[in-house]
């Protein structure tokens, strides 16, 4: 079976997956959808897609049967609109995180994947890179025991954008769906700090453990950088991509070197999506995933608001 792919969005960031369609023998990027003509072109070409529109609403006219999903990667204002009319149209959906701006736009996406019966994936990369998997094996195969203490360090390219709501919302998110993954639980109390360009948000679960994300926009013009350690009861671990960055110090500002990370993730995203297309099962990283991701989110940013901590009570975040 080959899962046929039309790809909705990301400029630039779009090359990324370019690289990746060739590995997988039963998936084909056959459509790119941009606003602008330019862009799909040079899109199209990268993959070797012959469909090229200018909107989603045009591809669902003029190519409804030529494909099977989508891939959104456009801007995280208007995937869940996106991904609704996909849904209706019958069609799977991948979407890049945050699945939408809020919890109640991410219920109405996975209520309309639900209705149309199609598979539904958020892309939250934290889980699929190879450390991380490593880690969540040896949780799940008891070797480190429970976890107690999870630490995260992501730092990134700084940029215009030092909002900390919308680092907790389009960044921290992913952080904190990797510590519920991990922890393979929902935290029940959420207490974030932050200054500019700077949040760290605290998640308490409910058997004592504990996680610290710090996400950070500071970073010289480069790729990123991330750490992270776990204490569990039996034992530790510790991933991070020191190999990916070099800070070269001579006075001033550094200058940051920039390698390669590669894109295993994203092969395994992609995998992980067919899969679960074919045997018609949810796939890792779900639309619940995305949602509960999103709720444990706007409850740090209330917390930044309030400079008060938050309890899970009833199913919902309130101050206490």
Same mark, same amino acid.
């Given at each position: 079976?080959?899962?046929?792919?039309?790809?909705?969005?990301?400029?630039?960031?779009?090359?990324?997956?370019?690289?990746?369609?060739?590995?997988?023998?039963? /998936?084909?990027?056959?459509?790119?959808?941009?606003?602008?003509?330019?862009?799909?072109?040079?899109?199209?070409?990268?993959?070797? *897609?012959?469909?090229?529109?200018?909107?989603?609403?045009?591809?669902?006219? +003029?190519?409804?049967?030529?494909?099977?999903?989508?891939?959104?990667?456009? &801007?995280?204002?208007?995937?869940?609109?996106?991904?609704?009319?996909?849904?209706?149209?019958?069609?799977?959906?991948?979407?890049?995180?945050?699945?939408?701006?809020? $919890?109640?736009?991410?219920?109405?996406?996975?209520?309309?994947?639900?209705?149309?019966?199609?598979?539904?994936?958020?892309?939250?990369?934290?889980?699929?890179?190879?450390? +991380?998997?490593?880690?969540?094996?040896? /949780? $799940?195969? %008891?070797?480190?025991?429970?976890? %107690?203490?999870?630490?995260?360090?992501?730092?990134?390219?700084?940029?215009?954008? &030092?909002?900390?709501?919308?680092?907790?919302?389009?960044?921290?998110?992913?952080?904190?769906? /990797?510590?519920?993954?991990?922890?393979?639980?929902? #935290?029940?109390?959420?207490? *974030?700090?932050?200054?500019?360009?700077?949040?760290?948000?605290?998640? %308490?679960?409910?058997?004592?453990?504990?996680?610290?994300?710090?996400?950070?926009?500071?970073? #010289?013009?480069?790729?990123?950088?991330?750490?992270? &350690?776990?204490? %569990?009861?039996?034992?530790?671990?510790?991933?991070?991509?020191?190999?990916?960055?070099?800070?070269?110090?001579?006075?001033?500002?550094?200058?940051?070197?920039?390698?390669?990370?590669?894109?295993?993730?994203?092969?395994?995203?992609?995998?992980?999506?067919?899969?679960?297309?074919?045997?018609?099962?949810?796939?890792?990283?779900?639309?619940?995933?995305?949602?509960? *991701?999103?709720?444990?989110?706007?409850?740090?940013?209330?917390?930044?608001?309030?400079?008060?901590?938050?309890?899970?009570?009833?199913?919902?975040?309130?101050?206490?």
């Amino acid at each position: 079976m080959m899962t046929r792919l039309a790809l909705i969005g990301g400029g630039e960031n779009a090359a990324s997956f370019s690289t990746v369609a060739p590995r997988l023998p039963n /998936l084909v990027f056959v459509a790119v959808v941009d606003p602008e003509p330019d862009m799909a072109k040079h899109i199209a070409a990268s993959f070797g *897609a012959s469909i090229m529109v200018n909107s989603l609403d045009d591809l669902l006219d +003029q190519h409804l049967d030529a494909f099977d999903a989508v891939l959104i990667l456009e &801007s995280s204002c208007s995937r869940a609109s996106l991904a609704i009319r996909s849904a209706e149209a019958g069609k799977h959906v991948w979407v890049n995180s945050p699945l939408a701006p809020s $919890t109640k736009a991410a219920e109405d996406v996975i209520s309309a994947c639900r209705s149309a019966n199609v598979r539904l994936m958020v892309g939250h990369s934290l889980r699929f890179i190879p450390s +991380q998997q490593e880690i969540k094996a040896a /949780l $799940t195969d %008891g070797k480190l025991g429970e976890p %107690g203490l999870l630490r995260m360090h992501r730092w990134t390219e700084s940029t215009d954008q &030092s909002n900390t709501d919308d680092i907790v919302m389009n960044q921290t998110v992913d952080g904190i769906d /990797l510590a519920i993954w991990l922890f393979d639980g929902m #935290p029940t109390e959420v207490y *974030a700090i932050s200054r500019p360009s700077y949040v760290q948000v605290h998640l %308490g679960f409910a058997d004592g453990g504990m996680a610290l994300i710090d996400d950070a926009r500071t970073l #010289p013009s480069g790729d990123g950088y991330f750490s992270l &350690s776990l204490i %569990g009861s039996t034992g530790a671990a510790y991933a991070d991509d020191h190999h990916n960055r070099n800070l070269l110090f001579r006075g001033g500002d550094p200058n940051a070197i920039e390698t390669d990370q590669g894109s295993i993730h994203l092969t395994s995203q992609l995998q992980e999506f067919v899969a679960a297309i074919e045997e018609q099962r949810e796939p890792a990283a779900n639309g619940v995933d995305g949602q509960t *991701a999103l709720q444990v989110a706007e409850a740090a940013v209330a917390s930044l608001e309030s400079r008060q901590a938050l309890r899970m009570i009833g199913g919902s975040y309130e101050l206490v």
